[in-house]
């Protein structure tokens, strides 16, 4: 589970530099969109004699599929003229196809053809930019090089389970006409191979044409539609379980963490709005049993109301929370709740520090499709109710 514990710590790292160069530098949000050149899956052609049981001569191929629509979204912070760090979200389902033929003792054969999301992937690519340099500072077009980590986690379960961990490098131009940039991008990025057989293997190799558009805030302040951003990281304990009992036994849980990201804009007075990344794995499995873990992100959008008391600011939040899952080992978590919390904000220097406690009521997680009606609740289920002790630091 070393590939668990890098990610968070990565992209906390990645954000501080966001939050620290942000101050005096301009930002860009937008979105990214565009699809796949290279194909999701290596071919998988295996074919099988007529046996003594009746069985006739077939042919199994795995192929990929048509290419995806890939879309999310971006974030970008100058550290100096020519270099800046990028940060996306972009959602790629894996698509594929099987054609399954059958050859019979008259010569005859049929062939049946299946196309199918093999796996619906989200990627995290951090990327350092370098902007070649231009003689005329106001040129609408300038070229870039772009390379660093990528994450990747599966929405769903499936017969394939896309390795975690990789490398990205692009090159690019961007077009500028006054805050608006728009980026298109030619990106490389290199996966880890993946051994999980009988899963089918995803190809290592993928090749993207992305095109990002983006909105540049005014420069030396963080500010979108005239409103102060706030930037940092959130670092937190669950203090809950997080799988239900089976059959009435509890399941073996190890040390459990959070780690993520956190925006946040005031509305009017006192009254704030906040969007937490947050990167939670639930992890199974004690010294003698078997482990495992099913890796979630967590999304609560929330209202905050805080009212200054002296140095202090007590605050109360609520609001929608939504999720994500991969790595799932049987499991299937829901993907939305409600969440609330309260506690107190101090001024560290620059920095706003924000201890509290969260509660979130996750929906019961979706019954299989191959539970029959009536019968009990006793397949893996995550717990509904999740209490966590949080620490905010914004910038």
Known sequence: MAISIRIPFLLLAAWFVFASAGSGQRLHFGVAGGTNLTSNFPVTDVSTPADAFGNPANRFQYLTGPRSFIFGAMAEVGISEQLSLEANVLHRPLKSQIVFTEFFPDGSNVTTRYQLTAARAWEFPVLLKYTLPSSRQA????????AGPSFRTQEDAGAVQPSQFGLSAGAGVALRWGRIHVSPTLRYARWRRESIAPRYATKPDQLEFLTTVSYETDPGSRRVAGRALELGAIVGLPVTRGFHPILGERVPERMRYLAGLVARTKLKGNLS????????????????????????????VLARYSRPVGKWSPFAEAGPSFRLAGNLNGYNPSHYGLTVGGGIEARARDARLSPGIRYTRWAQDPRPSWLPSGVPFNYPRTN????????????
Not at 384 to 395: I, M, P, Q, R
């Open 273 to 300: 709005i906040e969007v937490d990344a947050i990167y939670k794995p639930l992890r199974a499995g004690g010294d003698d049993t078997h482990r495992f873990s099913v890796l979630t992100w967590q999304f609560p």
């Open 384 to 395: 509904t109710n999740d209490l966590e002790l949080v620490l905010g630091a914004s910038f």
């Open 139 to 146: 040129g609408r077009a300038r070229p870039f090089f772009a």
